[in-house]
């Protein structure tokens, strides 16, 4: 129960496991969607503007990240992203 609370509580005690999502997670989604459409989406992109977006939304959860999981996902996206690009 003590790794749960230090990961899942933010400074106020709170228990915070869902938030909404931010407008770069939306942007991501919208790239994924589109891709998946049946219309002639521009692929190449698609999957760049969706990276950035996921770049983006890390960067945002590494500095201000409400709890110590997000932070920590924050870096784990952040990493996998820049894996891929490079």
Do not use: C, H, K
């Amino acid at each position: 129960m003590a790794l749960t609370d230090t990961l899942f509580r933010d400074t106020s005690g709170r228990l915070v496991l869902f938030q909404a999502p931010n407008a770069a997670i939306w942007v991501f989604i919208g790239a994924t969607l589109l891709r998946l459409s049946p219309y002639d989406a521009r692929d190449a992109e698609l999957r760049w503007i969706g990276s950035g977006a996921l770049i983006v939304w890390a960067l945002d959860e590494l500095v201000r990240g409400a709890t110590p999981f997000r932070r920590l996902l924050g870096v784990v996206v952040l990493a996998w992203q820049l894996v891929r690009l490079f």
